[in-house]
């Protein structure tokens, strides 16, 4: 499949890049380290999560999380297809997504807490 998928070719050479890991099997191996699984409730600042409508890579991970986050520390910003945001990081329109981004900032920042 990689061999096929410019996406999946990327993906998978840059992560075993990323990681140092020299096959995909390692790569995979070397995610199961990075979770949030029993921690993401004892998380104490301003946690912004970001999702969109169509993530390619990663599906409800997102929600996941931010369901996973206390109530009081948690803000989702979901993007859509509409506004030209619908893939994986923004794909498209990524002066919405780090307007959204610095406005979320700006609040936070502004609470001073």
Excluded at 25 to 52: F, I, K, W
Excluded at 59 to 66: E, K, N
Aim: aromatic fraction near 10%; include cysteine; hydrophobic fraction near 40%.
């Amino acid at each position: 499949m990689i061999e096929h998928d410019p996406q999946l070719y990327w993906a998978t050479t840059h992560g075993q890049w990323a990681f140092g890991v020299s096959t995909p099997a390692a790569l995979m191996q070397a995610h199961e380290a990075y979770t949030m699984n029993g921690s993401a409730g004892r998380v104490r600042c301003p946690v912004l999560v970001l999702d969109v409508e169509n993530n390619q890579f990663f599906g409800s991970q997102a929600r996941r999380l931010y369901d996973a986050l206390p109530p009081e520390h948690r803000t989702m910003i979901t993007f859509s297809a509409s506004e030209g945001a619908g893939l994986h990081c923004q794909a498209g329109a990524q002066a919405l997504g780090s307007q959204r981004i610095f406005d979320w900032l700006d609040e936070e920042l502004a609470k001073g807490g």
